[in-house]
């Protein structure tokens, strides 16, 4: 059993910036691939960003391309989601999620094995 964390979440401005991290109680992160997902009031979850195990590859929802960046650091087992220009339809509970292969960068929820509980985000116009 994996526990994620999540942290860095709060109210920022259209237009700031956040540092999202996703940490594991008792469990490496570092074999996992790791995804980050959203969901606003009242809509379904959607796939923001996702990485491989080691780092190489990522994946990125068209409407958060070229604004946030998912990124890890093994040593420190947390991965981080950097949230940049963000906007008032940024607005969600922002999740990290864990998958065990490692190697994908699913988009889907179904590919992730372990949820972390959510931080929360908003951004004001």
């Known amino acids: 059993q994996v526990q994620l964390v999540e942290s860095g979440g709060g109210l920022v401005q259209a237009g700031g910036s956040l540092r999202l991290s996703c940490t594991a109680s008792?469990?490496?992160?570092?074999?996992?691939?790791v995804g980050w997902f959203r969901q606003a009031p009242g809509k379904e979850r959607e796939f923001v960003a996702a990485?491989?195990?080691?780092?190489?590859?990522?994946n990125y929802a068209n409407s958060v391309k070229g604004r946030f960046t998912i990124s890890r650091d093994n040593a420190k087992n947390t991965v981080y989601l950097q949230m940049n220009s963000l906007k008032p339809e940024d607005t969600a509970v922002y999740y990290c999620?864990?998958?065990?292969?490692?190697?994908?960068?699913?988009?889907?929820?179904?590919?992730?094995?372990?949820w972390g509980q959510g931080t929360q985000v908003t951004v004001s116009s």
């Open positions: 990485i491989r195990w080691s780092g190489g590859s990522t």
């Open positions: 999620a864990a998958e065990r292969t490692g190697a994908a960068i699913a988009t889907a929820t179904v590919e992730y094995d372990y």
């Open positions: 008792e469990r490496t992160l570092r074999t996992y691939g």
